[in-house]
């Protein structure tokens, strides 16, 4: 039952005061003996509130022993009652104590509390005006400060493009006039003209004057064409665009067909500076490996048609086996053999005195020349020309020829000419003697020689090179 109290006790319940007793005795007054007062006078106390009189309660119809016992317990209970009236005043006294002895400061504390959160809102207020001042004074400045200065920057960057389209367009200005200078020297005062076509070509190709404007006028069209393709913006300059179509277009055709020209000119003349000038021309146009390609194709179509001309009659004078046909073998090859072998010779030492990289000159200090060229990149023209060609002009030559003389003399009606070994030996030396100059080769001897002889040895059905 002691212990029922103290749980009562300890969790939480009200508990009122002990009674005060009015007696002298130092000791409460003795409990009922009947259990069923014993338990009101608990529960009216606020003590024993789970206790039933069935445990209080204890055997009614035992004998003296059991009475005896019974007096016993009671007693028991109300000692156990009495400490425990005594426990609650002593802590009753311990409360009170304690809550006088720090009421002072638990009012203190509140006190600090009430001042340190008036504190607290004091400086919420303090940084909230704090932001708000940056905001207004330093924040938006400096936002404002940095966007006029992106504005700023895009403002200089447009004007630095400004200022390199104006460098720029003065460059093709410059150009421009140096080209109008070359085209007057070649084509006359109106810069090429239906008027001047007549004067111009009565002027001689081979003129050293010719020939430095055809390729300074060459030169200064391959820098516009670099400086439009450097600075695409410039063909939407207005004064730029307008003279595009005539200086990418007519320009270009104009120098174009002269160069042709002067290439025609230098073959037949046998000219090799007017011919270095006029690839040179070609090389700063952009068409130089369609040039070379153009021109040994044609040179090999040129060996093909005459060589069928002459044994098949073309030349005049009869069929196949006709009287005329050694005079026109000999024709063919001392003269118009000679001819295109030695200006296939002449193109070829032309190419490979030629460097890569010498058709970019200075151009007046606008264009700047090319790195020399490494070991593993083409050195001369002619090496560019064999990755063209796929063998040199001059292999291509007399492969066409041998080719071209073995099928036509291989024929019947060319067996059946009386020409003689003699008089195509006679021919052959005589071809060698005419190209020898430009060729280098001996009229005796060497492989192209045995390779010409051989390629005619079916007119007389014979090896004629033995």
């Known amino acids: 039952m002691a212990s029922t109290s103290t749980a009562a006790a300890a969790s939480g319940a009200v508990i009122p005061s002990p009674p005060r007793f009015t007696s002298s005795s130092s000791l409460p007054p003795r409990p009922p003996s009947d259990p069923s007062s014993l338990l009101a006078s608990l529960k009216s ?158 002027k001689s190709l081979s003129h050293p004057t010719q020939q430095e404007a055809l390729g300074r006028a060459s030169l200064h069209l391959s820098n516009i064409s670099t400086l439009l393709t450097a600075s695409p913006h410039l063909k939407r300059v207005n004064f730029i665009h307008s003279y595009l179509p005539s200086i990418l277009n007519t320009t270009r055709s104009q120098l174009q067909d002269r160069m042709e020209s002067s290439v025609v000119t230098a073959l037949r003349d046998l000219d090799g500076r007017l011919l270095a000038s006029s690839l040179l021309a070609a090389d700063r146009l952009g068409v130089r490996k369609e040039l070379i390609g153009d021109l040994m194709g044609d040179l090999c179509d040129v060996v093909r048609k005459r060589v069928g001309a002459v044994f098949d009659g073309a030349g005049g004078g009869g069929g196949g086996g006709a009287p005329g046909l050694p005079g026109r073998l000999e024709h063919l090859l001392t003269v118009e053999m000679a001819a295109v072998c030695s200006k296939i010779y002449l193109l070829q030492r032309v190419l490979g005195l030629m460097r890569v990289g010498e058709s970019e000159g200075d151009g007046d200090g606008q264009v700047a020349k090319e790195p020399a060229a490494t070991p593993a990149q083409p050195r001369t023209l002619l090496d560019e020309s064999l990755l063209l060609l796929g063998d040199a002009p001059t292999l291509l030559f007399w492969r066409t020829l041998a080719s071209s003389l073995a099928s036509h003399t291989g024929r019947g009606t060319a067996r059946s000419t009386p020409a003689s070994i003699r008089e195509i030996r006679g021919f052959v030396d005589t071809f060698f003697e005419r190209t020898s100059v430009w060729t280098g080769l001996q009229e005796t001897g060497g492989p192209e020689r045995t390779l010409l002889l051989r390629s005619l040895g079916g007119l007389v059905g014979e090896d004629v090179g033995r």
């Open 45 to 202: 106390l606020g003590l024993a509130t789970e206790i039933s009189v069935s445990d209080l309660a204890l055997t009614s119809t035992s004998d003296a022993a059991t009475s005896s016992a019974s007096s016993s317990s009671s007693s028991s209970l109300s000692i156990l009652l009495s400490r425990l009236s005594l426990l609650l005043t002593d802590l009753s006294r311990l409360i009170q104590q304690q809550t006088s002895t720090h009421s002072s400061l638990l009012l203190a504390q509140a006190s600090r509390v009430e001042e340190l959160q008036r504190s607290l809102r004091d400086a919420r207020r303090g940084v909230n005006e704090v932001e708000s001042g940056y905001e207004a004074r330093c924040r938006q400045p400096v936002v404002g400060a940095a966007k006029k200065l992106r504005r700023d920057r895009r403002r200089l960057e447009r004007l630095n493009e400004v200022i390199e389209l104006g460098r720029e367009a003065g460059k093709f200005v410059g150009e421009g006039r140096r080209l109008e200078a070359c085209l007057r020297t070649l084509f006359g005062e109106d810069e090429g003209g239906q008027d001047n076509v007549a004067t111009a070509s009565s």
